[in-house]
C-alpha cells in the first residue's frame, strides 16, 4: 500500500482523475488530491474528497494556523509516488519553469527527486505539438520525471490526433505494475 499524490489540472478529461483515484483506493492505496482553480472549473471537490476521503488541497496556504505546510508535507513525506493527471499545457509549461505561485508548483520544487513523478499530458494535439510545451517536456523528461504517453484519437474539442489522455485504468494499471 502506498501514499499517492494526484495532481489535477484544468483539462476537460480532469474527470477521469476521479475514475483513477477510485481505481488506486481499489488498490488498496491511499490518494491525496491538489487541484488547480482551473480544474475546480471541470471537477467538483466532492467527487474527490468522496472517493479519496481526504479533503481536495488548492491552496498553499491550505495548513493556516496549525504549522501543517503542505508542499513540503506532501512532497518530502507523504508521498511515495506523484501524479499528474490529467496535465494541460498550462502545467507543463510551468512546471518547465520552476514556477511555485500555487500549491503543486511548490510541491513539485519541494520534491528531492527522491519521490517518482509521472506527467499525463492531455490536450488539443496542437498545445501538445507546440515547441514551448514540447521543449518543457523534454526539460521534465531531464530532471527525472517520467511522461505518459498521451492516447491518440476523437477528443473533445474535435480534434484528431495525439494529446487524448491516457486512461484511468491504463494508468492504475502501470501504476501498480511499477510499484
Ligand atoms: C472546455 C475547455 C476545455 C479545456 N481543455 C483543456 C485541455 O484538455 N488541456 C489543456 O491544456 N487546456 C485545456 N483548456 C484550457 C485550460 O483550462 C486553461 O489553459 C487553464 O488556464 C489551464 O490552467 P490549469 O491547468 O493551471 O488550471 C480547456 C479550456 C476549456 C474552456
Known sequence: MSNILIHISGSISAYKACSLASALKKQGHEVQCTATKGALHFIGPASIEGITGRPLLTDVFAGGETGYIPHISL???????????????????????????????????????????????????????????????????????????????????GTKGPGRLLEPLDVAARIEEFL
Open 75 to 157: 512532497s518530502q513525506q507523504w508521498a511515495d509516488l506523484i501524479l499528474v493527471y490529467p496535465a494541460s499545457a498550462n502545467v507543463i509549461n510551468r512546471l518547465a519553469a520552476g514556477l511555485s505561485d500555487d500549491l503543486f508548483g511548490a510541491i513539485f520544487l519541494a520534491n528531492n527527486f527522491n519521490k517518482p513523478l509521472r506527467i499525463a499530458p492531455a490536450m488539443n494535439s496542437q498545445m501538445l505539438l507546440h515547441p514551448a510545451t514540447q521543449e518543457s517536456l523534454k526539460k521534465l523528461e531531464g530532471w527525472g520525471c517520467s511522461i505518459l504517453p498521451s492516447d491518440e484519437g476523437l477528443m473533445a474539442c
